[in-house]
């Protein structure tokens, strides 16, 4: 049996009240808490929010949250009945201006990030809290983690971010500099507006049965001037400013305990974050784990939640569970056309054994281990035209790819731009495409960068050979027909491929996607790059990035790309 109470309030520091709903033991013995806060509506439930991910979720894994009825699930976050009974109180509350909660909605704001820290606060003080808290969701509710944990609350235990960007704007607003519009045109208006505080229109809440954004019932108007407009806002912002930063985690001040959980096919939005996080925050307690599939798929598999009981236990109830000797990196090994993976335990990411290999571009779209010696050559295509694929001979042993990758271009340009979509691919001997369910998109390939031309200056503190980190903050635009050098830092990989597969690198000036499939009962699209498209015309006039771009390969511009080569499989630690 469980205790549920709705709708507590909890004060902000400025008068504020938000509202949370609260699960836990029904005794008196005080237990940890673990705690979410964002904008999707605790009182909205996955299954009427969310259909056909709930359909397909409830389809593909019947036996998922065995022991729970499922009947207080919401998206993205921990199931109270699960948790509940573990020994844990689980809260959820809706974050300014979100649901039941009134005030100005600005999602990921430093005012949501303090609302936050005290709501920590708060659950710390509870008489049936043990005083340890901890955090557990995806996606927002991982994003949150990280801005949360630099403001360092004292009650603040342990977390676990599952799939959660860090850097405003590298990992979400603007990649490589190009703005990431598609998906904010489509999650703002979808998943947040449409619980706002005070919209007339939203769902009802069939626990307190009653609307789930509130009693108040405001005018279009009103909602309008309650909230920020965040597509104007990244429209607004094209350097990584200040507005970046305060809504981007600082490093150097996570030092509270994780379990960083990365998607490996999770472009555009998941999993740079939780990469950066492992090898970047300050704090000595932390672990990655790498993941397939949808991302809230692994989170309530039997496997996952194992994975975060384990940890939740050992920090937030001292329990002597083993987590100690878990290696610091859980790697789950993908192979092609199939969703089965091989764990296998490492001490460090990237892996200290990597063969760090380049593999050089040829104008005849071939990708060797051989650098041109003889002459320059190019090859160019239109940038809103068809992209080119350079491809490698078939492998000659089975070959593992982990890590981060990065490719250096010298690209020159018709206009005084150019934007750079790399896409890594692999192929099979018959010619079938080696891609994954992801994230969002179920036929994900295995890697993506970007890059804007004129945003090619690095930070040399930062960069590294396999990752390299622009500054972002100013613009550099290209002299029609002049050679430049970039860095195009790509987002990281797992795969084992068979000898026989051929490797590629697809190079475009728009999105990677491929044909639509005719599949109207899924609720993703299998084009490849999901929701993360990167098209609005004030972005892109296509005056400047409709032009041709070159490629230039040769002795004195060896175009290349840095793949993250694994020679030993099996000399890891388990």
């Known amino acids: ?157 342990a977390m676990v971010p599952w799939e959660g960007a860090g850097d405003a704007y590298r990992d979400k607003a603007r990649h490589g500099g190009i703005l990431s519009n598609k998906f904010q045109q489509a999650w703002y208006p979808r998943q947040v507006l449409s619980v706002q505080h005070g919209n007339p229109e939203g769902p009802t809440d069939p626990w307190l049965g009653e609307p789930a954004t509130g009693p108040e019932k405001l005018a279009e108007a009103e909602l309008v001037a309650n909230r920020v407009e965040l597509l104007e806002e990244a429209l607004a912002h094209p350097l990584d400013d200040e507005h970046y930063r305060t809504r981007s985690a600082d490093w150097s001040r996570v030092t509270v305990p994780f379990l960083s959980a990365a998607s490996l096919a999770g472009y555009g939005l998941h999993p740079r974050g939780n990469f950066e996080a492992f090898t970047q925050a300050a704090a000595t307690g932390k672990w990655l784990e790498t993941h397939p599939g949808r991302h809230e798929e692994w989170f309530y598999l039997a496997e996952g939640m194992e994975l975060q009981k384990r940890f939740l236990d050992h920090f937030l109830k001292g329990e002597d569970n083993g987590w100690d000797q878990q290696p610091p990196v859980l790697l789950r090994l993908r192979r092609p056309f199939t969703t089965d993976t091989e764990p296998r335990g490492e001490r460090e990411w990237p892996l200290a054994r990597t063969a760090w290999t380049n593999s050089y571009l040829s104008a005849d779209l071939a990708l060797g281990p051989a650098q041109a010696t003889d002459e320059a050559t190019e090859v160019s295509f239109d940038a809103l035209g068809e992209p080119v694929t350079f491809l490698t001979a078939p492998l000659d042993t089975e070959t593992e790819l982990t890590g981060p990758l990065a490719a250096t271009l010298f690209i020159s340009s018709t206009t005084s731009d150019a ?55 100013e613009l550099q635009p290209l002299d029609p027909g002049e050679i430049y050098e970039v860095q195009v830092e790509i987002w990281p990989t797992c795969i084992i491929l068979p000898a026989g597969y051929r490797i590629a690198l697809q190079i475009s000036g728009h999105d990677f996607e491929r044909p639509t499939p005719d599949d109207p009962t899924s609720a993703w699209t299998a084009r490849g790059s999901g929701p993360f498209l990167h098209n609005h015309p004030a972005d892109r006039p296509p005056a400047i990035y409709g032009g041709r771009t070159t490629v230039h390969t040769g002795p004195d511009t060896p175009s290349r790309l840095l793949l993250p080569i694994i020679p030993n499989r099996h000399g890891a630690s388990e």
């Open 1 to 157: 049996m469980m205790i549920i109470e709705r709708d507590v309030p909890i004060e902000m520091d400025d008068g504020i009240v938000l509202r949370a709903d609260v699960f836990r033991p029904d005794d008196s013995t005080p237990v940890p808490v673990i705690m979410t806060l964002g904008p999707y509506g605790k009182g909205v439930p996955f299954q009427q929010a969310y259909p056909k991910q709930w359909e397909w979720l409830d389809r593909t894994h019947p036996e998922l949250l065995a022991g729970s009825t499922r009947s207080y699930l919401t998206w993205e976050t921990a199931d109270p009945e699960i948790w509940v009974a573990w020994g844990y109180a689980v809260i959820r509350v809706d974050s300014r201006g979100a649901g039941r909660s009134p005030g100005y909605l600005d999602p990921q704001s430093p005012r949501e990030i303090r609302d936050y820290y005290e709501a920590i606060e708060w659950a710390g003080t509870q008489p049936w809290s043990t005083g340890k808290v901890g955090l557990n969701g995806i996606s927002y509710y991982a994003i949150t983690q990280w801005l949360v944990a630099c403001l360092q609350p004292p009650h603040l235990t």
């Open 419 to 473: 934007d750079l979509f790399l896409t890594l691919q692999a192929f099979a001997p018959d010619g079938r495409e080696v891609h994954f369910p992801g994230t969002i998109d179920p036929a994900t390939p295995l890697a993506q960068g970007w890059l804007r031309a004129s945003h090619r200056k690095l930070d040399t503190r930062k960069s590294l050979p396999y990752r390299p980190y622009h500054t972002h903050d």
